[in-house]
């Protein structure tokens, strides 16, 4: 029997995902206890500034610095401002200016690239040469959140819009085995993005019914009377406004009743923030491009954190992040070992 050729060159590939890329430290810290070290790393946003700083060596500096974050130090470091974008990102992008000293992406311990995109074209941009810190600015310029960034004559924002998984960045690398890391697969906490309609329970369908219609309501019942409940009598369709239908045009059978019933939401449900509707947009399209990507350019090994209960703005939550990535990888591992030839 043929033996998988063990790979000579591992490529580290770091998703997008904001605040969920302090997993991305876990899961490079489990590689490293069982001897994995990969030959080039890229990045994508949050996953170009950590993969910025391993390739630095800082990776422990970065672990203790994130680990200390609080919400009032995440509040301090992101600077509001009006034009470009909600938050100038000066103050948390002069900390790793600090700590990358003016390196350069060519005098890293090891090939790096961070994915940026172009903001008049759409293009991807692959940054590997020039100011380090400026590569993973660009990378992680959200747009409408962070102002975009200034490199070569364009503005560049968020890798994210393009590719948020960069595979395909690895393999223009060289490298023959790919361990990619996405921290989006469970963020939208399994509800569905094909625009299907949750059906109206009947019970609830049947009280707004005798609301509607004047019929007394007592607690514990559906809100019909006995004649309603009748197993003879045709289930009764509420228009948009859930008010009955007419009985003169009432729909023909097999009229999908759940398409025609608003339900309001419950008093206690407030509107949507401005900052949570973009997060959740992004949260979206992260998803959406995500899957479109990883579908035409599969990794070898994809290993994908269970965050969906972790908010992009949620930095002061390192540790649980730390530990998610960590237990991700060694779920992975006995696949991992077997494909790099280790088992």
């Known amino acids: 029997m043929n033996q998988r050729r063990r790979p000579s060159r591992i490529g580290l590939v770091l998703g997008g995902g904001a605040a969920r890329g302090w997993a991305h430290i876990g899961a490079i810290r489990a590689l490293q206890e069982a001897g994995i070290r990969p030959d080039v790393v890229c990045g994508t946003s949050i996953g170009a500034l950590v993969g910025a700083v391993y390739a630095h060596g800082d990776l422990d500096w970065l672990e203790e610095w994130v680990s200390r974050l609080t919400w009032q130090t995440v509040v301090r470091l992101l600077d509001l401002r009006?034009?470009?974008?909600?938050?100038?990102?000066?103050?948390?992008?002069?900390?790793?200016?600090?700590?990358?000293?003016?390196?350069?992406?060519?005098?890293?311990?090891?090939?790096?690239?961070?994915?940026?995109?172009?903001?008049?074209?759409?293009?991807?941009?692959?940054?590997?040469?020039?100011?380090?810190?400026?590569?993973?600015?660009?990378?992680?310029?959200?747009?409408?959140?962070?102002?975009?960034?200034?490199?070569?004559?364009?503005?560049?924002?968020?890798?994210?819009?393009?590719?948020?998984?960069?595979?395909?960045?690895?393999?223009?690398?060289?490298?023959?085995?790919?361990?990619?890391?996405?921290?989006?697969?469970?963020?939208?906490?399994?509800?569905?993005?094909?625009?299907?309609?949750a059906e109206t329970p009947a019970p609830i369908a049947a009280r707004a019914a005798a609301v509607a219609s004047g019929a007394p309501v007592t607690e514990g019942s559906t809100g019909t009377n006995a004649s309603a409940t009748d197993d003879t009598a045709p289930p009764l369709?509420?228009?948009?406004?859930?008010?009955?239908?007419?009985?003169?045009?009432?729909?023909?059978?097999?009229?999908?009743?759940?398409?025609?019933?608003?339900?309001?939401?419950?008093?206690?449900?407030?509107?949507?923030s401005m900052l949570s509707s973009i997060a959740q947009s992004i949260d979206i399209m992260q998803v959406r491009i995500t899957r479109s990507r990883?579908?035409?350019?599969?990794?070898?090994?994809?290993?994908?954190?269970?965050?969906?209960?972790?908010?992009?703005?949620?930095?002061?939550?390192?540790?649980?992040?730390?530990?998610?990535?960590?237990?991700?990888?060694?779920?992975?591992?006995?696949?991992?070992?077997?494909?790099?030839?280790?088992?």
């Not at 600090?98 to 390196?103: E, K, R, W």
């Not at 090891?110 to 020039?130: C, I, K, N, Y």
């Not at 729909?251 to 449900?269: C, F, L």
């Open 237 to 272: 369709a509420l228009r948009r406004n859930g008010k009955p239908w007419p009985r003169w045009l009432q729909p023909a059978p097999g009229y999908e009743e759940s398409r025609d019933v608003r339900v309001a939401p419950p008093p206690s449900a407030r509107v949507p």
């Open 82 to 197: 009006l034009s470009g974008g909600l938050l100038g990102g000066k103050k948390v992008i002069q900390v790793f200016a600090d700590q990358f000293a003016g390196c350069a992406i060519g005098e890293l311990k090891m090939p790096f690239a961070a994915v940026a995109t172009e903001l008049d074209t759409g293009r991807e941009t692959w940054l590997q040469d020039g100011s380090l810190v400026d590569a993973v600015r660009a990378s992680i310029a959200i747009p409408g959140i962070f102002t975009p960034q200034w490199h070569d004559g364009v503005w560049l924002v968020d890798g994210g819009l393009s590719n948020p998984v960069p595979v395909s960045v690895a393999r223009g690398m060289r490298a023959d085995c790919v361990i990619a890391i996405d921290l989006n697969n469970d963020i939208l906490n399994g509800r569905d993005l094909g625009g299907v309609t």
């Open 294 to 343: 990883l579908a035409g350019e599969p990794a070898d090994i994809l290993i994908q954190p269970r965050l969906g209960g972790m908010g992009i703005f949620d930095f002061h939550r390192a540790r649980p992040a730390i530990e998610e990535g960590r237990a991700a990888v060694h779920n992975m591992m006995p696949a991992i070992l077997a494909r790099l030839g280790m088992d």
